[in-house]
Every structure is written in structure tokens, then in C-alpha cells.
């Protein structure tokens, strides 16, 4: 139903006390707001409470209107006021009117401080947390899936602006509309800078948008996808064919269902690329990230191999890309991060390639480009020879966090050399 839901806390208010304690002052008040901004009373009821030794306490208080109500509550102990007014908007918009009545409340309160919110009732908004400050929200249209599996809860929602979006333990994970940006970047710049990629390894990954990156480049001769999982493969079968592209009934990919740090651990192949495809580093994720799976990785590569991951956000999570980046650049000659903006994770993201042999940023705009037109790579729509360059330029900020962090090996001048010896 459509409406609009205005909800407020206000803090150490400074209005008249008897507001807070009297129950027909603040009835009345709250009658004439209500009678003013147009709105239809219906009936109401106003309960004063009394402390242990007669003192005044606060008031609650119940205004039910044709169009919906207001609700109000108040701390004089605290100085403090909740309240919040509700109205349909099926015959007219009473927004309007609802706000017009809070903003009475707020005005006799005369809090210092004060938390409102506007809710529209008739749209759901799915929200992330980035870190304990910041965060954003996707609009859903539509609710087409949810459940809980061996492994965590799972969502699929239709939405305006990102098409079908898939969650995972409250987190975006893809999208429709937008993923090509995470998964050409996460894919392209290793294996494009590889001169000959032929085996490639992805942990994690079950909506099949790295694996069917992967097989665009016509060397590769088999593309093993580890998920550990299975409820996600399915999921993506049936409602994001316009992420994987059918690469799951691609001849070269080879489906593991099972716990892709076993797998790593036990495995002897080689492989030119493993790709690490996964949520944030945090619950069961978490032992993914360590140095000791790293190092696996890392024996895992064959002569000239790399590995390529996500690290997360270097604006909102700083700490843990700092983190991530030091363990790689422990284990790997070269560990090159870079950034790119992703719509659905709502703001800078970082990524690295790490490698003993193959140094993806020193490869040009001109040789990326004419490797992409030699393997006629298809339907890029984020990625190209320019494009490569500019994900290894490095904001200063995240300079520090990654390359600048790294003790650098010194240099130390032979004795003879300095002396002036030969």
C-alpha cells in the first residue's frame, strides 16, 4: 500500500517540560497539528505515567486517523521524544500533511539533536553496511527468491535499477546490469597479460560470471570451477543466463562442487590463473584469505602463473585491504593492486594480481589491445588496453595502503665499490 512513513528521535529537548509530562497539554497539542495539515481524526487515547513517589513520568500517546495514526512517546527523565506518523496515500498524497504535523513536534520540543526518516512504504529497500559508519541501499521492485542454505541465506530480487541482483548473507553479490564491470576486471588483465593461458582455476564463483570471462580466450583449454556451494550454481542457472551465458554447459568447464580450500591444499595440478571469486573475508570466508591458503595458491601456479582476487574497498574498508595486500606481497615477487568503481558494491573497490614471473602492469595499452583482437575476445563492455593502464593507476591513498606499506629490500654498496674499488 502506497504511503509514507515519517519516524523521529529528538534528544535532549529544551521545549516547555509540561509537553513531556502533561497528557491533555500534549493531546491537545497534538489534535490541532493534526487538524491543521488537513489530516482526519478517528479517535485517540493519551496515558501519563506516575513515578514511584508521585512524580510526573512521561506520556504515551495514540492519535488514530482515517488516514493511518501518529504515535508518540516521551522521556523526561532522559529529555527525550519518540514519535512517528504514518499515512496511506491510496486516494491523495498525504505526505505533506504527515510531515507538516512532525515538524509541529520537533518545533515545541526544540530538541538539540534529532534522527528522522522517511519511509515510503510501498518500496523495499535492501540495505549494506560498508563498515559501522557508511553504507547504501538498492531499491527491490521484487522479492523472487529467498532461503537458507547448508551455507548461508540467500536472496534473488528484481530491481529498477540493476535488473536481478543476487544477495548472499545480507551482501550484493552480483547483478544483471552491472557485472561485467567486477567480472571482466577481476578476469581480463592476468589472462590477457598472460601470453598463453591454458589452465585456469576459480574458487568460489558459482554464477559462472569469471568462469565465462575465463573461456573467452581461446588458449584456455579448461576452466575448473570449485563452488563450494551448490544452491548458488543453481540459482544461476535458472535466473542469471545474462551473467553466465550459458558457460555451464561449456565443454571446457569442469564443475567441482566442494570446499575449494581442500581442494587448493590437496590438489597437484598447475594452473596459469587461480582466481579467488568470494564474499568478503569474514565468517566462513575468512580462512581464504590467509597467508596459509595464499601459499597453496601459490604452489598451485604453474611457470609464469598468477593469481588474481579481490581485496575489497580501500575507501571504506582500508584496514583489511592493507592487510590482504601485505600477506600477498609477502608470498609474491610481484603484487600489483588496483582500482576500479563497482555500481553494486557502491563505491571504490581494489583488486590485485600477484605473480614470481608475470608482471601485468607493465603491459601497454597497444600490445593489451592487439592481444584482445588476436583472440577476438567478445562482447567486452568494460575492459580494453586503455582501461588496463588506468586500473593500475593508483590514487595516492591507496599507494599507501598497498605498495608504500611494503618494507622495501635496501640496497647495500660492496665496500671495495665504495672506496672506489672495481
Avoid at 512517546?73 to 521524544?81: K, M, Q, Y
Avoid at 548472499?168 to 577481476?186: A, I, P
Avoid at 570446499?259 to 595440478?269: H, I, M, R, S
Avoid at 566462513?284 to 598468477?306: H, I, M, S, V
Wanted: glycine residues 8%; negative net charge; hydrophobic residues 40%.
Amino acid at each position: 500500500m502506497d504511503g509514507i512513513h515519517v519516524v523521529a528521535n529528538l534528544y535532549r529537548c529544551r521545549g516547555e517540560a509540561r509537553y513531556s509530562t502533561d497528557a491533555g497539554v500534549l493531546r491537545q497539542f497534538c489534535i490541532d497539528s493534526i487538524q491543521r495539515s488537513g489530516l482526519t481524526i478517528v479517535g485517540d487515547l493519551f496515558h501519563p505515567f506516575i513515578g514511584e513517589n508521585g512524580e510526573a513520568g512521561g506520556v504515551t500517546g495514540c492519535v488514530v486517523l482515517a488516514e493511518s495514526h501518529l504515535a508518540i512517546h516521551t522521556w523526561p527523565e532522559l529529555n527525550s521524544v519518540t514519535l512517528d506518523v504514518y499515512v496511506c496515500n491510496f486516494t491523495q498524497d498525504n505526505t505533506a500533511k504527515a510531515r507538516q504535523v512532525v515538524d509541529d513536534l520537533v518545533g515545541i520540543f526544540a530538541p538539540e539533536d534529532f534522527v528522522r526518516h522517511d519511509v515510503p512504504r510501498d518500496r523495499q529497500y535492501m540495505y549494506e553496511h560498508l563498515n559501522e559508519n557508511y553504507g547504501f541501499f538498492v531499491r527491490s521492485s521484487k522479492l523472487i527468491e529467498t532461503s537458507r542454505t547448508e551455507f548461508q541465506d540467500l536472496e534473488i530480487h528484481e530491481t529498477p535499477q540493476f535488473g536481478k541482483l543476487f544477495r548472499l548473507d545480507g551482501c550484493f553479490m552480483t547483478s544483471e546490469r552491472e557485472e561485467f564491470v567486477y567480472h571482466e576486471t577481476l578476469i581480463h588483465p592476468a589472462l590477457t597479460a598472460h601470453p598463453a593461458p591454458k589452465k585456469v582455476l576459480i574458487i568460489g564463483g558459482g554464477d559462472g560470471g569469471a568462469a565465462e570471462e575465463a573461456l573467452k580466450h581461446p588458449s584456455v583449454e579448461q576452466c575448473t570451477l570449485v563452488e563450494l556451494d551448490g544452491k548458488v550454481v543453481d540459482v544461476a542457472k535458472e535466473h542469471f543466463a545474462s551473467i553466465h551465458h550459458g558457460v555451464f554447459d561449456n565443454p571446457r568447464l569442469r564443475l567441482l562442487i566442494e570446499d575449494g580450500l581442500k581442494f587448493v591444499a590437496d590438489t597437484t595440478e598447475k594452473f596459469d590463473l587461480i582466481v579467488l571469486d568470494l564474499p568478503d573475508p569474514v565468517g566462513p570466508a575468512e580462512q581464504l584469505y590467509e597467508e596459509a591458503f595464499f601459499r597453496n595458491c601459490k604452489r598451485a601456479l604453474a611457470d609464469g602463473g598468477a593469481l588474481s582476487l579481490h581485496m575489497g574497498s580501500p575507501w571504506s574498508r582500508p584496514d583489511r585491504v592493507q592487510s590482504l595486500y601485505a600477506r600477498l606481497a609477502k608470498l609474491f615477487k610481484t603484487a600489483r593492486p588496483y582500482t576500479m568503481f563497482i555500481p553494486l558494491y557502491g563505491c571504490l573497490w581494489s583488486m590485485a594480481v600477484c605473480s614470481d614471473s608475470l608482471d601485468v602492469a607493465a603491459e601497454t595499452p597497444a600490445g593489451i589491445d592487439k592481444r584482445i583482437a588476436s583472440r577476438t575476445l567478445p562482447d567486452l563492455q568494460y575492459y580494453n588496453g586503455a582501461t588496463h593502464q588506468a586500473l593500475f593507476a593508483l590514487p595516492n591513498f591507496v599507494r599507501k595502503l598497498t605498495v608504500d606499506a611494503v618494507p622495501r629490500p635496501t640496497l647495500v654498496t660492496p665496500k671495495s665499490r665504495a672506496a672506489g674499488g672495481k
